[in-house]
């Protein structure tokens, strides 16, 4: 993945408000170890016969895949809102061949695979590709504009939890992603939205974030 020096953040997106709001959802549930998300990638550690001495299983590779339905499909089982909230339309897999993505991605760093549904009650197609950095509570972009030309739009997702980020935190991303520094000199900023690190964080449900996004123009 190329270095971005103006990365441009999901309020200037193309994508909608809805959009919008299964992206920022995601990247609660990646952040959130206790979460239906969380718990996979702990199984996925736990399971394998090479658990680095850390304990840390972020450290490995894994591939992301992020759905964002419809709005107004419908499920059996469970609503929409439900699902988003538990972050069912997660799915993670491990990588055990670097060379199987299309980036170099530092030690640390997560591959992702956006698709997005292509109509209700219709197949899904890719809509970006990137990189999820847990200590900076982000997900790294590339959002297709043109499949044909291979045209898209590098964006930041951060996470709508986190208020402040530091002011520098685009050059630690950079940084990172030009391996100058480790995952460990980061800011360690997930800790405020994971409730393995504070039990007093409660995060919001799909309601909670598509309500406060009012601000965001479709």
């Known amino acids: 993945m190329q270095t971005v020096k103006h990365t441009v953040t999901i309020g200037n997106l193309g994508l909608n408000r809805f959009d919008q709001c299964v992206l920022n959802m995601g990247l609660i549930n990646l952040c959130d170890r206790e979460s239906y998300t969380g718990q996979q990638i702990r199984r996925f550690y736990d399971s394998s016969d090479d658990g680095e001495p850390t304990g840390d299983p972020w ?3 894994h591939q992301i895949t992020l759905y964002i339905p419809h709005p107004e499909q419908e499920y059996e089982e469970i609503t929409l809102a439900a699902g988003l909230t538990q ?3 997660i799915e993670l897999k491990t990588i055990a061949n670097p060379d199987e993505i299309p980036y170099q991605i530092p030690e640390g760093g997560q591959f992702v695979v956006v698709m997005k549904q292509k109509g209700l009650d219709a197949g899904f197609a890719i809509a970006a590709t990137g990189i999820f950095i847990r ?3 982000l997900l ?3 959002v297709i504009t043109d499949i044909a030309t291979a045209e898209y739009e590098s964006i930041a997702v951060k996470h709508p939890v986190i208020r402040d980020y530091p002011s520098a935190w685009e050059d630690k991303l950079n940084q ?3 391996r100058a ?3 460990e000199a980061l800011p360690d900023l997930v800790r405020y939205v994971d409730r393995a690190f504070n039990p007093d ?3 919001p449900n799909w309601d909670e974030i598509y309500r406060k996004s009012s601000f965001i123009q479709n």
Do not use: Q, S, T
Request: aromatic share 20%; charged share 30%; glycine share 4%.
């Open 176 to 178: 990172f992603l030009d």
């Open 59 to 61: 450290r490995r590779l």
């Open 181 to 183: 520094i480790p995952y």
């Open 87 to 89: 972050g069912y339309n």
């Open 201 to 203: 964080y409660r995060p």
């Open 140 to 142: 790294k972009l590339e």
């Open 135 to 137: 200590p900076l509570a």
